[in-house]
């Protein structure tokens, strides 16, 4: 297997970026809304973990679409309609630019409540934002609006996937996945 894409065929370092990235939002959207419900000791040690989570979710996303601006992307499989590719860049793009923006938006409602972020509890991330009530209030809407929007696509994703899967049978899942 390469470990660069081809015209054919994703590498195996694109693969592992996928494949890690939605373990990781699998990961963040269970400890987010757990939050709701938690309090004290508890509810502090999972914030922190849900706050680290996002940092670590917002590089990999960079370098994720640094390695996918140096690389070809494969050439789309079967014979979709324009609009239907036009749709999956449209969806790509829309789910990269909303995990970055999902970060941001949790970084800044975190540091306008007076939050020190820390990843893993090493490093301490430099505020960006004053304290305030009313900055955190609209970031911790939009954190939330965001992540239903970025579920929804996730969602129209996997059913696409699906679709090219057992509609089409064109390969398009295959070839993400490993041992092709």
Same mark, same amino acid.
């Given at each position: 297997m390469n470990l660069r894409n081809t015209p054919q065929a994703y590498g195996l370092i694109s693969k592992l970026f996928h494949w890690i990235t939605v373990l990781m939002i699998m990961l963040a959207i269970p400890l987010g809304?757990?939050?709701?419900?938690?309090?004290?000791?508890?509810a502090i040690i999972v914030t922190t973990m849900h706050q680290s989570w996002g940092l670590l979710i917002f590089g990999f996303v960079t370098l994720r679409l640094i390695w996918r601006l140096l690389n070809p992307q494969p050439e789309v499989l079967?014979?979709?309609? /324009?609009?239907m590719n036009s749709a999956a860049r449209l969806v790509h793009r829309l789910v990269y630019g909303l995990i970055l923006l999902q970060a941001i938006a949790g970084l800044v409602m975190s540091q306008a409540d007076g939050d020190t972020l820390m990843?893993?509890?090493?490093?301490?991330i430099p505020a960006i934002v004053p304290e305030s009530e009313t900055l955190?209030?609209?970031?911790?809407? /939009?954190?939330?609006?965001?992540w239903m929007?970025?579920?929804a696509l996730i969602i129209g994703h996997?059913?696409?996937t699906l679709h090219h899967?057992?509609?089409a049978r064109d390969g398009t899942l295959?070839?993400?996945w490993f041992g092709r």
């Open positions: 809304i757990s939050l709701d419900r938690m309090q004290g000791q508890q079967g014979d979709n309609p /324009a609009w990843l893993a509890r090493i490093w301490k955190h209030r609209i970031w911790h809407e /939009a954190h939330e609006t965001i929007l970025l579920l996997i059913c696409a899967h057992f509609g295959k070839r993400m």
